[in-house]
C-alpha cells in the first residue's frame, strides 16, 4: 500500500547525499518534495502541514548543520515524524480486572468487521485466552451464518441465538453473549456489530445502545484503509456518535495510496492497534508506529520477521538439526523440504522479502517472483526415492527423467532445482565447519538477488591479498607465473620480521646472571 510513497520519499533522500552541508534552499527543496510525496499518498491536509512543518524546523536546527552526515540526520528525522504521527508507541488491548473483557466492533459495512472478528478471536486464543464471538449483526443477509463460519476456521466459539436476516434485536444479543461468556468461563467477549454503507442516525443509535447494554472495556473502530480521505469524516464522525478506544485498519494489503493510516491517529486522537494484512486468518498483526515508519522509509521490518519466523519454526526441528550439524551429518533433500514448508508456513514469501531493508529497490523483481515456484519444488522432492533424498549424488540421468515424469517437471526443471539444492548444500557445510563469509543470498529463486556481483567479489579477493583469476587462458597463465616467482623470493627472503634475513648471534650463557649450578641445563655449556 505505501510502495509510492515509500519510493518518493527514497528518491528525495537520495538527492540529498554526497552533501558536507545542507542549505536552507537543500532543506525547503526537500520538505517541498515530502509534502508533494503525503499529498499525492492522499494523507490529510492538517497531517501534512503538521509534518512537514515539525520536519523543516529540525532540519534547519543544530542537530543537522553539526552533522557528519546531514542527509542520514534528515531520514532520521522523517522517521521519528513519522513514528509520531502514526501513534509513538505501540497500544495493546486492555483487558478487564474481572473477566470477561468485552471487545465491541463498530464500523461501516464492508470494512471487514466480521473477518476481523475471527482474526482477533484466533490471535487472542493463541495468545492464551478463550474468545467467544457474539454474532449482533442482524441485518446484513447472512452475517450471523459467515461469522460462524469464520470461528469454525478460526477454532473459536461463536455464540449466534438469533438467524439475523432482519430477525432479532441485537441488543439483547450482546447482552445475552456476554452473560453467556460469564457462565461458561470465557474470558473475552467480541461483539460483531452491525454496519451501513454510509453513516446514518440508526446505525449510530443501534451502536450507542449495544455500547451501553455491555460496557465493553475495549471500542474498536474497524476503518477499511482503501477509502482514502472519506476514512477520516467517518472515523470522525464514528468518534462523536458513538466513540472509540482504538482503529483497527483492514485491507493493508491493497494498492490504494495509504493516506488513512497517517492522517487517522492525528484526527481522531486514538491510536491505531492492529492490521489486517491479507485474507486470511493469519494475516493480522499488532500495528507498531516505528516499524510501520521504517517499512514506508525502506528500512525493512526485521523485528516482524524475526516473530513470524519463531512462530513458523518448530524448536523440536530446530534442535534436530542443531544435531545434525555437532554430528557433522550432510544436508539432505529432507531437511531442504522441512526448511522450505517452515519457510511456507511464515506466510508470503513476497511479504516476507519486502520486511527486509532496500528491497524497494528490487519491487519490480519481487512482484514478478512466482510464489507457485515453492510448489514445483516440493512437487519434485517428492518424487524421489528415501534414498535419493538422502543422497542425491546417486540422481543420474535414467532417474532425474523418471522424477520429472512423476511430478509433471522438464528434466531441465529438475537438473536446476539439483544445482540449487547443491549450493544450499555447499553453504550449510561451511557454516558446519565455521568457514562463514555470510549467507550468499537466495540461491536459484527467481527475481530474488542473491550471491556476490563480480565487483564485490573482485573486491574481496584483493582484500585477501590476492587479484581476482582472469577467464583469459593467457593472462592467467602470466598471473599464476606472476604468483609463483612471488612465493619463490618470499621463500628466500624469510627470516627477520623486518625484511632482511639475520644470522643468529652467538649466544653466552655466561653473560647472564643465574643461579648457582643452572648452567648445566643449557646444553652443556
Same mark, same amino acid.
Given at each position: ?32 518534495? =515530502? ?47 513519522? %513514528? ?211 517499512? =514506508? ?8 520477521? %524475526? ?69 514445483? =519444488? ?15 549424488? =546417486? ?131
Amino acid at each position: 500500500m505505501f510502495a509510492t510513497l515509500s519510493d518518493r520519499l527514497t528518491a528525495t533522500f537520495k538527492s540529498l547525499r554526497g552533501k558536507g552541508r545542507l542549505s536552507e534552499a537543500d532543506v525547503d527543496a526537500t520538505v517541498r518534495e =515530502i509534502r508533494r510525496a503525503l499529498l499525492d499518498a492522499d494523507v490529510a491536509l492538517p497531517v501534512v502541514r503538521l509534518f512537514t512543518a515539525q520536519v523543516r524546523e529540525r532540519a534547519l536546527g543544530e542537530e543537522v548543520s553539526q552533522a557528519l552526515n546531514p542527509a542520514q540526520q534528515v531520514v532520521k528525522i522523517v522517521n521519528e515524524e513519522l %513514528i509520531a504521527i502514526l501513534g509513538g508507541e505501540t497500544r495493546r488491548l486492555r483487558f478487564a480486572k474481572n473477566p470477561p473483557t468485552v471487545i465491541m466492533l463498530a464500523g461501516l459495512q464492508g470494512a471487514g468487521k466480521t473477518t476481523l472478528a475471527g482474526k482477533l478471536g484466533r490471535h487472542l486464543k493463541h495468545n492464551g485466552h478463550r474468545p467467544l464471538l457474539v454474532a449482533c449483526d442482524l441485518q446484513r443477509p447472512n452475517a450471523v451464518n459467515q461469522l460462524q463460519i469464520t470461528g469454525e476456521r478460526a477454532g473459536v466459539d461463536v455464540f449466534a441465538p438469533e438467524p439475523g436476516n432482519g430477525v432479532g434485536d441485537p441488543v439483547a444479543v450482546a447482552r445475552a453473549g456476554v452473560e453467556h461468556a460469564r457462565h461458561h468461563h470465557f474470558d473475552v467477549v467480541v461483539v460483531d456489530t452491525a454496519g451501513r454503507t454510509g453513516v446514518d442516525a440508526e446505525m449510530m443509535q443501534q451502536a450507542v445502545d449495544i455500547r451501553a447494554a455491555v460496557s465493553p472495556d475495549e471500542v474498536l473502530f474497524v476503518l477499511d484503509a482503501m477509502i482514502g480521505q472519506d476514512a477520516v469524516a467517518t472515523a470522525e464522525a464514528f468518534r462523536d456518535g458513538v466513540g472509540f478506544d482504538g482503529v483497527v485498519l483492514t485491507k493493508l494489503d491493497g494498492d490504494a495510496r495509504g493516506g488513512a493510516a497517517l492522517s487517522v491517529r492525528h484526527v481522531t486522537g486514538q491510536p491505531v492497534m492492529f492490521a489486517s494484512t491479507g485474507e486470511k486468518l493469519d494475516d493480522f498483526e499488532l500495528f507498531h508506529p516505528d516499524r510501520m515508519a521504517s517499512r =514506508i522509509l525502506d528500512m525493512g521490518d526485521v523485528l516482524t520477521l %524475526i516473530e513470524q519466523a519463531e512462530k513458523a519454526f518448530d524448536a523440536d526441528q530446530a534442535q534436530a538439526m542443531a544435531a545434525k550439524f555437532a554430528a557433522d551429518e550432510d544436508f539432505t533433500l529432507d531437511d531442504f523440504l522441512q526448511q522450505l514448508n517452515a519457510v511456507r508456513n511464515m506466510g508470503s514469501i513476497k511479504k516476507m522479502l519486502g520486511m527486509l531493508p532496500g528491497m524497494a529497490q528490487v519491487r519490480d523483481q519481487l512482484d514478478a517472483f512466482d510464489e507457485r515456484e515453492f510448489d514445483r =519444488i516440493e512437487a519434485m522432492v517428492r518424487s524421489m526415492t528415501p534414498l535419493e533424498r538422502r543422497q542425491p549424488r =546417486i540422481i543420474n540421468g535414467s532417474r532425474r527423467a523418471r522424477i520429472a515424469a512423476g511430478c509433471g517437471q522438464s528434466t531441465s526443471a529438475v537438473n536446476d532445482m539439483l544445482e540449487r539444492f547443491g549450493q544450499a548444500q555447499k553453504m550449510m557445510r561451511q557454516m558446519r565447519k565455521g568457514l562463514g563469509g555470510g549467507l550468499p543470498g537466495i540461491p536459484g529463486v527467481p527475481g530474488v538477488p542473491g550471491g556476490a556481483s563480480k565487483k564485490q567479489k573482485a573486491r574481496t579477493a584483493a582484500a585477501k591479498g590476492r587479484k581476482a583469476k582472469s577467464g583469459n587462458p593467457a593472462k592467467r597463465a602470466e598471473q599464476e607465473r606472476a604468483a609463483a616467482t612471488r612465493a619463490l623470493t618470499a621463500k628466500e627472503d624469510a627470516g627477520s620480521a623486518f625484511g632482511a634475513p639475520q644470522a643468529p648471534a652467538e649466544f653466552d650463557p655466561s653473560q647472564l646472571d643465574l643461579p648457582k649450578g643452572f648452567d648445566k641445563f643449557l646444553g652443556g655449556r
